[in-house]
């Protein structure tokens, strides 16, 4: 089975700062998909960014960026010049992909919870 | 424009008592799904449907019975509600299905979820 692991039960910072957020995950298999969704006080799961396993390249959603590193099972987010409105709980999550086609859903980490001060 | 919407948004109700959460997504997706969020924010998922068909079903209480009348609707419906049942239960739907009786690797986009309080 797999795991996901988020380090980090807090963090604080100030706005305008950057800001990363670790997570590492545990799986034997190769191909997969890797999500950090945000939730904000609102309760609403919001997509922040997805990464393909296959892909080298890291994926980026403006302010948003993530550092992939396959060999270490690890994928951490970072968020630059972050802003009020970033104040949220970050959940990372790892989605298998099996050879056949198709999935089992979301394994979710414990979460992150963020906090921009002003 | 909601694109995946669910009722009620607050369920407040007693021990023993049976209830329904409903689903709806108005993205076209084939796909939808039903995760528990406990009191300390941990999310896991309990059921998918693919097109009406279950074909995910986690280790959940026999209480808890999902039905999907359609592909746009998923809905939970909970007997004799326990203190233990008290969760925000979240709703999501992906575009596509996976193969071999699995769900898709597409993204899932989430409902505003319903926060359940058993008394």
């Known amino acids: 089975a797999q795991t996901v692991t988020q380090s980090q039960p807090e963090m604080s910072v100030q706005e305008a700062e950057t800001v990363t957020l670790s997570c590492t995950y545990d799986t034997s298999e190769n191909n997969y998909y890797l999500f950090w969704y945000k939730q904000p006080p609102s309760r609403q799961m919001i997509l922040v960014i997805r990464?393909?396993?296959?892909?080298?390249q890291n994926a980026t959603e403006n302010r948003f960026s993530v550092n992939f590193q396959k060999a270490a099972k690890s994928f951490s987010l970072k968020i630059s010049d972050s802003q009020l409105g970033d104040t949220a709980m970050y959940f990372c999550?790892?989605?298998?992909?099996?050879?056949?086609?198709?999935?089992?859903?979301?394994?979710f980490g414990k979460g992150t919870h963020l906090i921009i001060q002003p | 424009d909601t694109a995946v919407s669910q009722t009620p948004k607050y369920l407040v109700t007693q021990m023993g008592n049976d209830k329904s959460i409903k689903c709806e997504q108005n993205l076209g997706h084939d796909t939808m799904y039903w995760y528990k969020q406990d009191s300390k924010k941990f999310l896991k998922i309990m059921f998918s449907y693919n097109n009406k068909e279950l074909i995910i079903n986690e280790t959940v209480p026999n209480r808890f019975s999902p039905k999907s009348p359609d592909k746009a609707h998923l809905n939970l419906h909970i007997n004799s509600l326990e203190l233990g049942d008290s969760a925000v239960y979240f709703c999501?739907?992906?575009?596509?299905?996976?193969?071999?009786?699995?769900?898709?690797?597409?993204?899932?986009?989430f409902g505003p979820g319903t926060r359940l309080t058993v008394l």
């Open positions: 999501a739907s992906s575009q596509t299905g996976g193969n071999s009786g699995r769900a898709s690797t597409d993204t899932q986009y």
């Open positions: 999550a790892f989605m298998l992909d099996y050879s056949g086609g198709g999935a089992d859903g979301l394994t």
């Open positions: 990464q393909e396993a296959y892909k080298q």
